[in-house]
Structure formats: structure tokens, C-alpha cells
């Protein structure tokens, strides 16, 4: 029999708010879909219930929530139903085993914020701001290209004081051939034509001509987001990098052209390409590679994906997350998921005499928190 290996304590690196509101079945299934990364609609006859998130969903939450474990979806959502949204969340919330969590607050909806996240946990919670939004917030109060440009700066270093910064750049657009800082002349032009056809989009909407679609309401021009992502290195902050199913080796020359500057690089949501994330952690020093998500999305199979990670990367490379969004049953999925499947792998090395129990233990805690606090400057 495998030998288990105790987890303690959990520092939630990435995560975001859970929903404000009620959710009916196809709500919840939705949510659950994003988890799972998957996409359009599910097989005749079944439901996004049936991913491994959802069977992982179906194992961890229904206890917590005073049913057996794997009872029928309907059966849980009505129980749900009739705790509250406010009362499951703190239940879930409370069983996660996290004492500090760090929020992207970038997302749209009815998403709760750092601040409702600790009251409803009982614990710490920071936020991480996402580049993309903040650029968003300041082209709606700026008149001009200049003054977008001089209010950008100051607010990237205002929001240095935060956890850390987190950006899309790569898994959406990428950040072109030259991964180093462009210039004043052409981060003007790319801000130019940015803040033209986000008032281009506006007109259209205005007169319900159409006009440009999503491009213009986050920037996507490679030379804009190369600036803010400069502007976020020169802070000396973490910067965290959704990848979302993108190969982290697009992101090997900013790696290289950001070493030594004092601001860590933290690659999220790596899974299938975990391997390369570990690997390009192995590499430069300021590279960490994050092993949350993917015990959420992998299920029964998340000791196996862990283990992989731990093969290439020295081992204070590696963070927790949950990646959780919307739904706190993600949150306690990836925290229990994580737990179990590195316990499992640890635990095992530990019994077949490849690892003694001490190092195991040690090792378990980086992974889990200490390195988090590391690099995010916790206590």
C-alpha cells in the first residue's frame, strides 16, 4: 500500500473569487466546463459532471457539505440550494487548508475580491493585478496617447505595492520576435492604435453600426504588451503568465532577457506542456513553474502529472495553486487534489527507500507554501 505523505500548510499562489450568486444546473456545468477546459457542448447523455474535475467535484465537496461522497449532481446542487451561496462558500472555503491566497482580480463578473475571499476562508488573502485590465482602466480615464502612456506608469508602480502582476500576453497573442523592452516611438504608435480602436468600438456600439470586435478591448498589439510588461519587470514584482494550454518555451527569450533584474517570472496553468514548464524553471534561476490546475483538471490521474513536474525541476522551482475561478468546490479541488496526489508521489518514494521521510516532508513543504512565500515576500 502506498504510503501517504501529510501536506500541511497551503499558500494559493493564483486563484480568483467564487460567484457572488445562485447557480442553477447549467451554471454550475459551465463553470465546471471552464475548469476542465473543455468546450461547446457535452456528449449526448451526459454532463461536464462527467470530467475528471467533475468526479473530483463529485469525491472532495459533497462531505463538506453533510453528503456521502459521489452522491448524484442533482442531489448536491439542491443542497446547495439549501445552505445559501454565503454559507457553502464558507464551508468550502474553510476545508481548503489554504492560509493565504492570492487573487487575480482581472476577470469580469460577479466575482468576490481579496477582501471577501478572507472573510468567507478565515484567511489571508493579497491581490494580483492583471496588466491587461489595468491598461483597460487607465485608456477609460486618459485623453490622449501621452497621457494613457505617463498614467500607465504611475499606476503599474501604485500597484507594485499588490502580490504581484499576472498577464495573458503570451497564451493570447504572444509577444512577437523581439522579446526585449520597444521603444518610445513604437510603444506611441501601438498605444495610438490601441486607444483609436477602442473609441472606434465605442462609436459603433453607440450608433449599433457594428464596428471592430474584442480586439480593441484588451490590448493586443505584441508592442503594447511587451511595454507593460516591462513597465511591470522594472517594479521588481513577481510576474505571473497565464498560459492555458500554450507552450511555455514562446516565452524562453523574454525568460532569458529578464534575467537578473530582480522580478521573478512564475509560469501558470502549464498542463499538457508541464514538462516545458518545468524544464525552462530548470533553466534560469528567476523562472518558478506552477503545479496548480492540473490536479483539478487530471482527477484520478494527478499524482502521475505531479511526478512529472518533479523530474526536471529542482525542487524550489515549484508552487501550489488552484486556479480556481468562480465555483469554491474548484477551490477545494485543487487544494485536496494537490495534497493527495503529492502526498501519494512523496509518500511513495518514501516507502520504496528512494527518499527519506525528512526530506520528503521538507520538500513537500516548499512546494505547498514555502516557496510561495519566498518569492512573493509572505510571512
Not at 506552477?290 to 525542487?315: C, K, S
Request: with cysteine.
Amino acid at each position: 500500500m502506498t504510503d501517504i505523505l501529510p501536506v500541511a500548510d497551503l499558500v494559493d499562489q493564483h486563484c480568483h473569487g467564487v460567484l457572488r450568486t445562485e447557480l442553477g444546473l447549467g451554471t454550475f456545468e459551465a463553470r465546471l466546463a471552464t475548469a476542465a477546459t473543455a468546450s461547446g457542448r457535452p456528449a449526448p447523455g451526459t454532463t461536464f459532471f462527467d470530467t475528471q474535475t467533475g468526479f473530483a467535484v463529485r469525491r472532495w465537496c459533497p462531505p463538506l457539505l453533510g453528503l456521502e461522497p459521489h452522491c448524484p449532481p442533482a442531489g448536491y446542487l439542491a443542497r446547495r440550494r439549501e445552505l445559501g451561496v454565503l454559507e457553502t462558500g464558507r464551508r468550502l472555503l474553510r476545508a481548503t487548508g489554504v492560509s493565504t491566497y492570492l487573487v487575480d482580480t482581472g476577470l469580469p463578473g460577479d466575482l468576490t475580491g481579496p477582501a471577501e475571499v478572507a472573510v468567507a476562508s478565515g484567511a489571508d488573502a493579497r491581490e494580483i493585478v492583471r496588466l491587461e485590465s489595468l491598461a483597460e482602466q487607465i485608456a477609460d480615464t486618459s485623453g490622449t496617447v501621452e497621457s494613457f502612456l505617463v498614467n500607465l506608469a504611475e499606476a503599474v508602480h501604485t500597484c507594485a505595492a499588490s502580490a504581484a502582476f499576472t498577464s495573458v500576453a503570451a497564451a493570447r497573442h504572444g509577444l512577437g520576435p523581439d522579446p526585449g523592452p520597444p521603444g518610445p516611438g513604437a510603444v506611441r504608435d501601438a498605444a495610438g492604435r490601441w486607444l483609436a480602436g477602442r473609441e472606434a468600438e465605442r462609436r459603433a456600439a453607440r450608433t449599433g453600426g457594428g464596428g471592430p470586435s474584442a480586439p480593441y478591448r484588451t490590448p493586443d498589439d505584441p508592442v503594447l504588451l511587451r511595454h507593460l510588461l516591462w513597465t511591470a519587470v522594472a517594479c521588481g514584482r513577481p510576474l505571473q503568465f497565464h498560459l492555458h494550454s500554450t507552450d511555455p518555451q514562446r516565452l524562453a527569450g523574454f525568460a532569458a532577457a529578464t534575467a537578473g533584474l530582480g522580478s521573478d517570472l512564475v509560469l501558470l496553468h502549464s498542463y499538457p506542456y508541464h514538462r516545458h514548464a518545468a524544464q525552462l524553471a530548470s533553466v534560469h534561476p528567476h523562472v518558478y513553474a506552477d503545479v496548480g490546475a492540473a490536479p483539478a483538471r487530471t482527477g484520478a490521474r494527478a499524482a502521475a502529472v505531479l511526478a512529472e513536474m518533479l523530474e526536471p525541476a529542482p525542487f524550489g522551482k515549484l508552487i501550489f495553486s488552484s486556479g480556481a475561478q468562480g465555483l469554491p468546490e474548484l477551490h477545494v479541488v485543487g487544494a485536496r487534489q494537490f495534497r493527495d496526489a503529492l502526498g501519494r508521489v512523496l509518500g511513495g518514494w518514501v516507502a520504496d527507500g528512494a527518499w527519506s521521510r525528512t526530506d520528503a516532508t521538507r520538500v513537500a513543504a516548499m512546494i505547498a507554501s514555502g516557496n510561495a512565500r519566498r518569492v512573493y515576500g509572505l510571512a
